[in-house]
């Protein structure tokens, strides 16, 4: 995002008055109230820095209590922590403790600290990362994105627990999907992708799924499991049976599942009235 910051404002309160403060910003000072706007080049408010209090000095800006709000046209979001850095140089912030990210579509992540960097419009962390949506919940240790986490990166040991239910009836299914990492989410695709080591496996009946990479795309509208793809050293276990493949498909749409390689296998799940992704594997 080609941010564009003109016209910079610190809206400081101090015993009581309102004071507007444009471009330089003084060091040495302790501010109870702080509040810094960023703009593009059209003029719109592209973000906002909300604090408690600030402790300026020549290279930073010490917030308490961080309320940042993130305008986009597609899905703004909202950034809180109980401490943050502002690097005056660059605008980049460094926020710390119990950060919590919400985008507007629902996705919220916690973590216990975040890089922002406003100019290249990305978050990034190290630390473990938990995110949360109506589709599920995913944990991971490490995450680079965009602040609104329409696209974001899981880096390693990623653990997702996923609802697949194509109806009422089927809506409390689960699927947990374990990776090395990396996990990619793109929501504007509707897509995840998991990376080494990948298991699915279904909670309620133990069924799973073994794949060097998984990617599954979901029916926003719909709430369900849209398609699932597992490439490279496919295993697919249900009891003591195992099937081998290099390569399954599944289409939530048709119910049907396709393995290839050793052997090719063809299954409709929905001719015997089930809805399961794994009826019929082994058999």
Same mark, same amino acid.
């Given at each position: ?11 400081? @309160? ?22 810094? !706007? ?17 402790? @300026? ?18 899905? !703004? ?10 690097? #005056? ?7 710390? *403790? ?5 985008? *507007? ?13 406003? !100019? +290249? ?13 109506? #589709? ?13 986490? +329409?696209?974001?990166?899981? !880096?390693?040991?990623?653990?997702? /627990?996923? &609802?697949?239910?194509?109806? #009422? ?16 989410? $793109? ?25 060097? &990479? ?6 926003? &509208?719909? #709430?369900?499991?849209? +398609? ?39 299954? $409709?799940?929905? /001719? ?7 009826? &019929?594997?082994?058999?």
């Amino acid at each position: 995002m080609n941010i564009k910051i003109f016209g910079v404002m610190m809206v400081m @309160i101090c015993s009581g008055a309102v004071i507007g403060i444009a471009d330089d910003i003084a060091p040495n000072q302790q501010l109870e109230g702080f509040n810094l !706007n960023g703009y593009t080049n059209s003029g719109k408010k592209s973000w906002e820095i909300n604090g408690d209090k600030a402790d @300026i000095s020549d290279e930073t800006i010490k917030v308490t209590n961080v309320n940042a709000n993130l305008y986009d046209p597609k899905q !703004n979001a909202n950034l809180k922590s109980k401490s943050g850095v502002i690097n #005056k140089s660059n605008g980049d912030v460094h926020l710390q *403790d119990d950060v919590v990210l919400t985008a *507007d579509r629902g996705t919220t992540m916690t973590t216990d600290s975040l890089d922002w960097s406003r !100019n +290249k419009d990305l978050v990034k962390t190290e630390d473990n990362v938990t995110i949360q949506d109506d #589709k599920g919940t995913v944990t991971g240790k490490g995450l680079v994105g965009h602040p609104n986490l +329409k696209q974001a990166q899981l !880096n390693e040991d990623v653990t997702a /627990t996923i &609802k697949t239910g194509r109806n #009422k009836a089927l809506s409390g299914s689960l699927v947990q999907v374990t990776c090395d990492g990396p996990m990619e989410v $793109d929501q504007q695709k509707m897509s995840a992708v998991f990376n080494r080591n990948v298991v699915a496996r279904e909670l309620q009946t133990g069924r799973q799924l073994q794949a060097d &990479k998984m990617t599954i795309w979901f029916d926003d &509208k719909n #709430k369900k499991l849209k +398609k699932l793809v597992c490439t490279g050293h496919v295993v697919a276990t249900q009891g003591n049976n195992s099937t081998y493949a290099d390569e399954m498909i599944y289409t939530g749409d048709d119910e049907k599942l396709i393995m290839t390689g050793r052997p090719k296998l063809i299954f $409709d799940t929905g /001719t015997d009235g089930s809805n399961n992704l794994f009826d &019929k594997i082994g058999h």
